[in-house]
């Protein structure tokens, strides 16, 4: 079966979800996000974007930025707003933030993916992405869904970490229902009973979204694993499973990343795993 294709419980889920069910006719939807010809996702090319967990400095931004455009990445990541568990961690550099990875765009080309916390900051950071992450914890947040919906900016969809794949298909829905359908869910790992990774990657969700939904699919190793090591083997592994994509976090400093340190892969690190996704693309029909 090549990729792409799929299986007879095609449309199927119409019902539940009409507007990102996967269809009898017409495969996985074309998401581009940047300025012309901009980054395809549904494609033939195995989409990566890299950069910082978090937007630390004008220096870090630039540095990092400019290192995975180098080696071949196609979007930049990095959090301006940033979720974290205890309030007393480092919470992003927010405005200032979104204005650096503006710069690092303007200098790369990279279109930017960052994330939008809450409905009233939407306007705000649509104004300077070219991409809305939903942050895994937000995945249910049906008020943010509608308004990033209502953006018509592409979104990154992430799943929930006690999300079923049916909930985050529905999640999707909601960003559909607002007329925006320009949406690629993300697969981030999750919970469950193991602890010797930060969370589960279930890559079983990239097969199973392909065959229930229209959307493009792509795996986030780095939140998944939580370690650095665990990184690229899961990249590779997300390619052979047949996503569209990776995201991953890469840092110029990872010992000095202010958030998600030990996952962070290093410049040496990221071209590494870039030249083995290079070499293994074609055989599964992929370029990178
Ligand atoms: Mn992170």
């Not at 303007?106 to 992405?129: C, I, K, M």
Request: net charge negative; aromatic share 4%; proline share 6%.
């Amino acid at each position: 079966v090549a990729i792409g294709e799929i299986d007879s419980t095609i449309g199927v889920d119409a019902p539940a979800f009409p507007l990102v069910a996967r269809r009898m006719e017409g495969g996985t939807l074309s998401i581009t996000c940047g300025a012309p010809p901009g980054v395809t996702w549904g494609s033939d090319t195995f989409v990566v974007i890299a950069g910082p967990c978090a937007v630390e400095s004008a220096e870090q931004t630039m540095t990092t930025a400019q290192a995975v455009q180098r080696l071949g990445a196609h979007c930049l990541r990095g959090g301006a707003f940033k979720p974290r568990t205890s309030p007393y961690s480092f919470r992003g550099l927010g405005r200032q933030g979104l204005d650096l990875l503006v710069r690092a765009r303007a200098v790369t080309g990279l279109p930017v993916v960052t994330e939008v916390l809450n409905v009233q900051d939407v306007e705000l950071v649509a104004g300077s992405a070219d991409m809305l992450q939903i942050g895994a914890r937000n995945m249910q947040n049906h008020s943010l869904l509608e308004e990033v919906g209502r953006s018509g900016r592409p979104v990154l969809l992430k799943r929930g970490p006690s999300a079923t794949i049916e909930e985050w298909l529905l999640s999707a829905e909601y960003i559909a229902n607002q007329g925006n359908d320009q949406i690629v869910l993300c697969e981030r790992g999750i919970r469950t009973f193991e602890t010797s990774t930060r969370y589960t990657l279930d890559l079983s969700a990239v097969p199973v979204v392909r065959s229930r939904s229209r959307l493009p699919i792509i795996v986030d190793p780095s939140h998944a694993a939580g370690r650095a090591g665990l990184v690229a083997p899961l990249a590779r592994a997300a390619l052979a499973a047949g996503a569209d994509g990776i995201m991953i976090e890469v840092h110029c400093s990872p010992g000095d990343a202010l958030s998600d340190a030990e996952q962070a892969l290093g410049i040496e690190q990221f071209a590494e795993l870039m030249s083995d996704l290079v070499r293994m693309a074609p055989l599964l029909g992929r370029t990178v």
